[in-house]
T-cell receptor, first 116, second 109 residues
């Protein structure tokens, strides 16, 4: 079945550091990928929709200059959290969907980001 | 606005059956998905309904009524490992997934 790979799975770094998270679709081409954030015991929150070859579409309240998204190929999207602060600590999850109709989003394993 | 409602939490007994309901109001409809999410992990896909009726997959079944804006996920022969959150998501006319807040299912021995 469709597989989405996300790296790294865990990041601990100092405040002010920029962190890059990669999301790859391993056996299908994904023109669209999605980035979510989830705080403990809360629901998934869509941050942005990443479109191959064009700018990402950000949800209301998500700072596009803080969360940089690059979707340079049909199998890779990256999320960079720039100048991360403790309040950015969260579980970040990407997903991708096969371009055929009626296909579910397949999720990566997520990245747990802890900013000290 | 777009809205998906599901119970916050449910409790059931090992070996029993539980039904998790989901009602939705969205701008268009292109399908409804159920996902399972264990604590600290990413969601995994369970089922997809686009036409009215019941879809069965082993111990799990999902039902859809488009006219009522209603779906349920039925879990049979509950096992302790079924303790998780169950997320209902609807794809709207723009093929955007609208997520419910999830139902935390607690299985007791």
């Amino acid at each position: 079945g469709a597989v989405v790979s996300q790296h790294p799975s865990w990041v601990i770094c100092k405040s002010g550091t920029s962190v890059k998270i990669e999301c790859r679709s391993l056996d299908f081409q994904a023109t669209t990928m999605f980035w979510y954030r989830q705080f403990p015991k809360q629901s998934l929150m869509l941050m942005a929709t990443s479109n191959e070859g064009s700018k990402a579409t950000y949800e209301q309240g998500v700072e596009k200059d803080k969360f940089l998204i690059n979707h340079a190929s049909l199998t890779l999207s990256t999320l960079t959290v720039t100048s991360a602060h403790p309040e950015d600590s969260s579980f970040y999850i990407c997903s991708a969907r096969e371009p055929r109709g009626g296909q579910p989003q397949h999720f990566g394993d997520g990245t747990r980001l802890s900013i000290l | 606005g777009q809205n998906i409602d599901q119970p916050t939490e449910m409790t059931a007994t090992e070996g029993a059956i539980v039904q998790i309901n989901c009602t939705y109001q969205t701008s268009g409809f292109n399908g409804l998905f159920w996902y399972q999410q264990h604590a600290g992990e990413a969601p995994t896909f369970l089922s997809y309904n686009v036409l009215d009726g019941l879809e069965e997959k082993g111990r799990f079944s999902s039902f859809l009524s488009r006219s009522k804006g209603y779906s349920y996920l039925l879990l049979k022969e509950l096992q302790m490992k079924d303790s998780a959150s169950y997320l209902c998501a609807v794809e709207d006319s723009n093929y955007q997934l609208i997520w419910g807040a999830g139902t935390k299912l607690i299985i007791k021995p």
